[in-house]
């Protein structure tokens, strides 16, 4: 059973920064891409940024030029640098890994809350 340990979550002010990171805790899992989706109250979770294992990396309009996803070579770790951090970036976010057999592996999650 492979499982994602995230951390990085946390208050911070409106324009501050945070790093997520997102830990496969099973280093054999043949991964083909993983992300961020977030879920803020009352809303449906989104998809903010995907990297895959060959460096491609695709963002959500909304953080794009404040958000940056970056992941080791063999995709089993992967970071989220969130700047100009807004009130409306609030959510839990998760960790979401797919491998190459399509199963896809989740995250708890971990809040992160902006206060203007």
């Known amino acids: 059973q492979v499982q994602l340990v995230e951390s990085g979550g946390g208050l911070v002010q409106a324009g501050g920064s945070l790093r997520l990171s997102c830990t496969a805790s099973?280093?054999?899992?043949?991964?083909?891409?993983m992300g961020w989706h977030r879920q803020a109250p009352g809303k449906q979770r989104e998809s903010v940024a995907v990297?895959?294992?060959?460096?491609?990396?695709n963002y959500a309009d909304s953080v794009k030029g404040r958000f940056t996803i970056s992941g080791n070579n063999a995709v089993t770790t992967v970071y989220l640098q969130m700047n100009s951090l807004k009130p409306e970036d609030t959510a839990v976010y998760y960790c979401?890994?797919?491998?190459?057999?399509?199963?896809?592996?989740w995250g708890k999650g971990t809040l992160v809350t902006v206060h203007s």
């Open positions: 979401r890994a797919v491998d190459y057999n399509g199963m896809e592996y």
């Open positions: 099973r280093r054999t899992i043949s991964v083909y891409a």
């Open positions: 990297i895959t294992s060959s460096g491609s990396t």
